[in-house]
Nanobody, 121 residues
């Protein structure tokens, strides 16, 4: 069984910063891409940022220059540093991991439970 546990969400004023963390645990052989998605009320879930095991990154245009994704492969943990936050960044943020349980099993997508980020004065 694999679990992704997120932390670091909360309420912040516009222009402020937050750092999200997501730790993967359980039967893990190898983690490929890890990423952050978000879903605002009434909207579809969207990609925020993604990072490969080799460190290549990709960001949504709306967060480029403000958010930074990073990972610690030894700890199976991914981070999202969010700076210059705007009210439109308000959403539930979900962690995602593309991983294998063993060398012979296929790759599966796992999701965290989500953490609320609210940007408001």
């Amino acid at each position: 069984q694999v679990q992704l546990v997120e932390s670091g969400g909360g309420l912040v004023q516009p222009g402020g910063s937050l750092r999200l963390s997501c730790a993967a645990s359980g039967n893990i052989f190898s983690i490929y891409a890890m990423g952050w998605y978000r879903q605002a009320p009434g909207k579809q879930r969207e990609l925020v940022a993604i990072i490969t095991s080799g460190g290549s990154t990709n960001y949504a245009d709306s967060v480029k220059g403000r958010f930074t994704i990073s990972r610690d492969n030894a700890k199976n943990t991914v981070y999202l540093q969010m700076n210059s936050l705007k009210p439109e960044d308000t959403a539930v943020y979900y962690c995602n991991a593309d991983l294998k349980w063993s060398p012979i099993t296929p790759r599966y997508d796992y999701w965290g439970q989500g953490t609320q980020v609210t940007v408001s004065s």
